[in-house]
């Protein structure tokens, strides 16, 4: 499973650091990502990143929020600076993993955690 760490309320232009581990039995992971849903609005992608490090973002975050992962801890990361009132939402880790070597490639989400903006 996916565990997600790291939301709250920060006042705008404030930061915060999100993280989401994967726990149990885990042969590999290949692509992880944040997802974030406002009140309203349907998910949309945040931010991903490949195993080998490739990142991808939505264009609302770019040049305030990094994603990174630490392979060894099977963790990704969130870090978001900036933030704007329009940033809050419920924010969700995705992940494509792989729980052998025989097992097909799943996609799991995390539980969410919530990220007020707000003065």
């Known amino acids: 499973q996916l565990q997600a760490s790291g939301g709250g309320l920060v006042q705008p232009g404030g930061s915060l650091r999100l993280s989401c581990a994967a726990s149990g039995s885990i042969f590999s992971i290949n692509d992880m990502a944040w997802y974030r849903q406002a009140p309203g609005k349907q998910r949309e992608l945040v931010a991903s990143?490949?195993?080998?490090?490739?990142?991808n973002y939505a264009d609302s975050v770019k040049g305030r929020f990094t994603i990174s992962r630490d392979n060894a801890k099977n963790t990704v990361y969130l870090q978001m600076n900036s933030l704007k009132p329009e940033d809050t939402a419920v924010y969700y880790c995705?992940?494509?993993?792989?729980?052998?070597?025989?097992?097909?490639?799943?996609?799991?989400w995390g539980q969410g955690t919530l990220v007020t903006v707000s003065s």
């Open positions: 995705n992940a494509d993993l792989r729980r052998s070597r025989a097992d097909a490639l799943y996609n799991y």
């Open positions: 990143i490949a195993r080998g490090g490739t990142t």
